[in-house]
């Protein structure tokens, strides 16, 4: 009976330690993203993301991709204005948020392109979002909203430098 007892302390300690040790070890996603997806307008191939991925952590977070399955290929992209007062939409390979912190994905800025898409966007629908950082993979149901509401969602969200984010003309560039 007392090595009965014995194998059972012993088993229900070593349990409780793993158990305890899983818990402090598995790590916790540190990204808390709300993001918006322009429906897409007549005959148009291509759809935009913006909105806020918050960095929880205390560490630099990279963002190395997106994935959605509403379009051909789904980039990183930033928006760079050109002398001529255009803009003009590069690819980037990733983008970093630091520590407790985070990055807004607006017009005119650091967005995420869907570049030929496989139907049309229409608001009051949802689709499916994945972003792939250094260590982690957050996929999210985001809303598909109009154009003219996103400047009031973003601003929502505490994103309030829009300004002439309607009238810029924009070429691509890969």
Sequence with gaps: MKKFALSFLIGFFLIHSFAQSATKTAPKNPIKATLYVVESIADSKVSASFGVVENLSDEIITLNAAFSD???????????????GTSQMQKVDSLQIPPKSSLQLKPNSF?????????PLKAGESTQLTLSTDKFNTTLQVPI???????????????TDLADSHSQEHSHHH
């Design 111 to 119: 967005h995420i392109m869907f570049i030929g898409l496989r139907t």
């Design 145 to 159: 909203i109009t154009r003219k509401d996103l400047d009031k969602h973003l601003q929502n969200l505490g994103i």
């Design 70 to 84: 509403i379009s051909n290929a789904t980039e990183l992209h930033q928006s760079i204005k050109k002398a001529d």
